[in-house]
Every structure is written in C-alpha cells, then in structure tokens.
C-alpha cells in the first residue's frame, strides 16, 4: 500500500469485542480453563494482534508449529497448544525450543517422544478419536497407548487428555452424547485434565465441558449453529468489512446487470457499485438478495459477483453518494445470514479474506487508560 493511501476495502477488527467474547466464554464455563482457538491466522483476524487481546485466556492454540513460533517471536508469553503437534524430530525439537505444548495423535509420535531426551520438559495433550475419525488415537488402539503411559509413567512434564467433536452444530445429532460417554469411559479412572468442547460444545452441550474448553469461532463473535447469531449468545462480531460505493447511475427496464446478466431490471433502478469481489474474499456464490448496508441502510445485492466489484441497488436510498461506506458484514450484516445465501459457513469467510484488504484494528482498551484512536495498519 502507497503510505497515507487508505485501502478502499477494510477489515476493522476491533480488539474490544475479543476481551468481551472471552468473557462470555467464561460466563458460559465458570469451572473450565480457556484454551483459546486462533489457527488460521486467528480466523483471519491477526494472529499476533488476537493473542494479545487475548491476554487473560489460560492457553493459546494454534494448528501448526509455525504459528506457534510466530506467537513466540512476537513476546507471546501464554501457554500455546500445537493442535496438529509435531510430524518428526525436527518440530518435536522446535515445541521444546519454543516451550510448546504438542497434541499427540499417532504412533508415530509416541515412538518420537519414546527416544526423546527432553520428554519432562514437554507437556502432551493425548487426543482420542472418539468418532470423527480425523485426529486421534481410534478406540481399538487405547489399550496400547496406555501401556505407553505406563512405560513412560512420569517422565512427562504434564498430561491433558482431549478429543474433537465432530457434530456439535447440530443440538438434534446423537454422535455428540456418544462421543462424550466414550471419552469419559476412558478418562473417569485417570487422574489427568480433559477437554472436550468447541464452540459449538460450550453454548450448546453444557455436558462436554470439562477441565479445558476450546473456543474458536465463538471468540470472534460468530455462532457455530446454523440459522442462530452471535448476539443471540451476547457475543459481539469481531471483523467488520467494509468497502466505498465507486459508482452510482440509473438503470432502465430490461437493463441485465454483470457477467451473464443473470439479473435483468424489471423496472428503473438506481444501480451503486461497491468496490468489493471475490478478489478480497467476499464470496462469489453470494446470490441477489443478499444484503449489505450502504450508510446503515440494508440493500440487496443484484447480479453476480465479480472479482472486485459487486452491484447493490440502491432504489431504497437515493441520497447515496460515490465514496460513501458499505458494510459487507460486521453488526449491520451478519456473517451468518451471508454464510447462508453463498452456501458456505462464517468460518471460510472469515479466513477468506485476502492480502489486498486493509486492516484496521481497534486496540483492546484497558480499563484506567484513555481511549486510543484506530490506528491504520497495512
Ligand atoms: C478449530 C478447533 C477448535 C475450535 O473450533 P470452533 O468451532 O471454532 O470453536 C477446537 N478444537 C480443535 C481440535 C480444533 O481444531
């Protein structure tokens, strides 16, 4: 970016609203330690500037050993969990080095750890698969990963059991009870910590909560269950995405709008192009109808997205002028209900976003210092 040059499209991430939904976390857990999900980059968001805000989680985790290094290389002083741990010696030597803790999931690993010199230094988090079949230590398996543990007895820093669960968006699926009993079946005679919940575990299964919670989405203000909002929770969104009206003109009757003029007038219309496309990540399955707000006024868009434009119409508000601002998504717009006309989940969105949007953060106010102004970054 040209220095002074604001980008046109933003992504505000406003810090605030981290430090409130790790609040809700722990009003919906008042018993369990927070083991705060921000892979991805944070879900988009930053990853340095989520871990920050997120100051008062008892651990941080992210999915690869790289994250985990650059959170260490930024001053990142919390507990951090490598979701995916390590594949061999050389990212087992980089969890030491970088005081990380590895998820272990495969024998493979075991074997590792069983020649490793610096074992009691390392604090394993041991993941079962108790049914989704991803990650995880399958049922028939347990009985050798005990005899390991006790091979082993003691020669680790810590131990934390954890599974994943597969279907918890959907409070009607069964999978999520038997998941739980499984893991409980195996854990209730061990005297180590267990954690069981995501997102959609701690606003909607209260039984999966245990020792540690997992809260990913839910920190950025969105909710994991289809057809239900954040603010539903009290979570408040986190990113805001905003772009500029570039153009604005009259259309006839039977003017068909984009590629494929897929959308034809069936009267006058005042067309607004939003400086936006699927280039910056907005999604380009969203259908016409999908609203946006033009000066906190929703409006739909019509005709199909392109790469970095989209087209709204804006017959329903006339003073709308060339520069004014549109909100993608953010508290006008929920992510979710845009999730839902593109057929996608807020998850792919919010990781969507690519290098040509601005990022304007709000920095997390502490409560005696004055309020600090947005500061712009690239
Ligand atoms: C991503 C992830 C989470 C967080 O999931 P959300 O649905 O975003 O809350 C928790 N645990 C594991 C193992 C994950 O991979």
Redo the contacts with the bound molecule.
Sequence with gaps: MIEGLPALTHAVVDCNAVVHNLKVVRQYTSNSKILA?I?ANA?GHGLVRIANALQDADAL?V?RVKEGIELRLAGITNRIVV?QGFLDRDEMDAHRKFDLDPVIYGFHQLRLLATCPYLEELSLWLKLDTGMNRLGFKQEDWRAVLEWLNTHQGQWAELTW?T?LANADDLEDSTTQKQIDLFRSLTADRNEHDSIA???GILGWKQSHSDWV?????LFGVS?FAGRQGYEFGLKPVMTLRSKLVSIKQLHQGDAVGYGGDWVCNKPICLGVVAIGYGDGYPRAAQSGTLVAVNGQVVPVIGRVSMDMLTVDLSTCPHAQEGDEVELWGSQCAIEQLAKSASTIP?TLLCGITRRVGVMEIPAVEAEQPVQLAAEFS
């Design positions: 999900v892979k879900y985790a999915a979701l954890m994943h995501n997102s959609a997992r809260p990913g989405l839910m994991p998850y």
